[in-house]
C-alpha cells in the first residue's frame, strides 16, 4: 500500500511542482499504515494542515480511499498525527485562491481541515475529485448509486490521480 500511496502523491507533486510538501514518503508510511486491507487507494496529494499562511512545516498527505479521506503526517523526532473524515461527517467543501497558492478547505460535523499552501493549478483537480467523491458516497448512504455507477467513478477517480484532471 505504501509503494501505491506514494506512487499517487509523487505523481501529484509532478503535475503541479508549486505545492509546497516535504518528507512525503514518511507520510504516506503513517497513510500506509491505516489503510484497511478492504480499501481501495483512488486518489493522494500533499498539503499544509493549517491555517497560517506562517507555517509551512506541517505537512500532511492526504489520501482517499473508496471508504473515507485520511490525512497523515509523520512527527520529526517520533510519532505521527492521523485523522480521517468518513462521508457521513463531510458538511462542505471550500476553495481558495491567492496570488501563489491556494486553499482548500473540508467543513466537517466536528471540526473544519484547512489544507494549505498547494498549487493554485491544482485546486480544480483536487475540488473535482473530493466533490464526486462525496457526492458518490452520500448517495450509495441513501441507496441511490447502482454497482454500474459506483464502479465507473472508482475508474475516473483513479484515472484523475495517474494523468491529472483534462
Not at 481541515?113 to 467523491?133: D, N
Request: aromatic content about 12%; glycine content about 2%.
Amino acid at each position: 500500500m505504501l509503494k501505491t500511496i506514494y506512487n499517487k502523491v509523487k505523481d501529484f507533486k509532478k503535475r503541479y511542482p508549486m505545492t509546497i510538501s516535504w518528507r512525503l514518503k514518511a507520510h504516506c508510511k503513517v497513510a500506509a499504515e491505516h489503510v484497511n486491507d478492504d480499501e481501495e487507494v483512488l486518489y493522494a496529494f500533499a498539503a499544509q494542515k493549517l491555517p497560517s499562511v506562517f507555517n509551512i512545516t506541517s505537512t500532511y498527505v492526504i489520501v482517499i480511499t473508496d471508504k473515507r479521506i485520511l490525512l497523515a503526517q509523520k512527527r520529526l523526532i517520533f510519532g505521527y498525527f492521523y485523522y480521517t473524515i468518513t462521508p457521513d461527517m463531510f458538511n462542505d467543501l471550500t476553495i481558495k485562491m491567492g496570488l501563489f497558492w491556494g486553499k482548500v478547505v473540508i467543513d466537517t460535523v466536528k471540526e473544519t481541515v484547512t489544507l494549505t499552501f498547494i498549487s493554485k493549478a491544482a485546486l480544480r483537480e483536487i475540488e473535482t475529485v473530493i466533490s464526486k467523491y462525496m457526492m458518490q458516497e452520500k448517495r450509495q448512504y441513501e441507496s441511490e448509486l447502482t454497482d454500474e455507477e459506483h464502479n465507473r467513478l472508482k475508474a475516473e477517480l483513479k484515472n484523475i490521480s495517474k494523468n491529472g484532471e483534462n
